[in-house]
């Protein structure tokens, strides 16, 4: 299956910083990269994503890139605000061979907190 | 707006107990998911299901199982609770493309 690395695990940034974080991924044959943010208290939501035919996405304060060469892709947020403490998840679907019905697998999270 | 709705934000329950987490999404969407989520291990897929009556064993199924009678609702049961198995259940559906909406999560604590 898919093997999928998230780092850093704890991310501490003063507010107007920029946080990056990133995802390795096993399978080369991967086409769909996004990241979901979970606030204290709720389920994760998408935020972002990108397809493979694509190498950055941008959307407002956020933007995420791919290298599929080296098989990671990254979460960029920029001009940090605390409303953007929560808990960040990348995710990669299954191997783009055979029947996946939609499954993602997530990384392990990372803990980011913006201080005033 | 996609909507996914879980039965309890919270539930104690005793080690041995039938447990059953109720999940319900109101887009006609055909894939659901249940994980668990526990510190640095991420979101682990227990169980999905493609289509009323059909699942399918994600990467951890041990001491779960699930029932989908109905397209918008997708039951968790644990069928004699452990304390292992105290650990936060999320509820997802799967739109259009690889995009999943969950719901807000159940923390249940087995004692």
């Known amino acids: 299956g898919e093997n999928v690395e998230q780092h850093p695990s704890t991310l501490s940034v003063q507010e107007g910083d920029s946080a990056v974080i990133k995802c390795t991924y096993s399978d080369s044959a991967s086409n769909y990269f996004p990241w979901y943010k979970q606030e204290l208290g709720k389920g994760p939501q998408l935020i972002i994503d990108i397809r493979s035919n694509v190498g950055e996405k941008k959307d407002q304060r956020i933007a995420v890139t791919l290298n599929k060469t080296a098989k990671h892709f990254s979460l960029h947020i920029t001009e940090t605000q605390p409303e953007d403490s929560a808990v960040y998840f990348c995710?990669?679907?299954?191997?783009?061979?055979?029947?996946?019905?939609?499954?993602?697998?997530f990384g392990q999270g990372t803990i980011l907190t913006v201080h005033p | 707006d996609v909507k996914v709705t879980q039965s309890s934000r919270y539930l104690v329950k005793r080690t041995g107990e039938k447990v059953f987490l109720e999940c319900v999404q109101d887009?006609?969407?055909?894939?659901m998911f249940w994980y668990r989520q526990d510190p640095g291990l991420g979101l682990r897929l227990i169980y999905f299901?493609?289509?009323?009556?059909?699942?399918e064993k994600g990467d951890i199924p041990e001491g779960y199982s699930v029932s989908r009678e109905k397209k918008e609702r997708f039951s968790l049961i644990l069928e004699s609770a452990s304390t292992n198995q105290t650990s936060m259940y999320l509820c997802?559906?799967?739109?259009?493309?690889?995009?999943?909406?969950f719901g807000p999560g159940t923390r249940l604590t087995v004692t």
């Open positions: 299901s493609y289509d009323v009556k059909m699942k």
């Open positions: 887009m006609d969407h055909e894939n």
């Open positions: 995710a990669v679907p299954p191997h783009a061979g055979g029947t996946s019905y939609g499954k993602l697998t």
């Open positions: 997802a559906s799967k739109g259009p493309f690889y995009e999943q909406y």
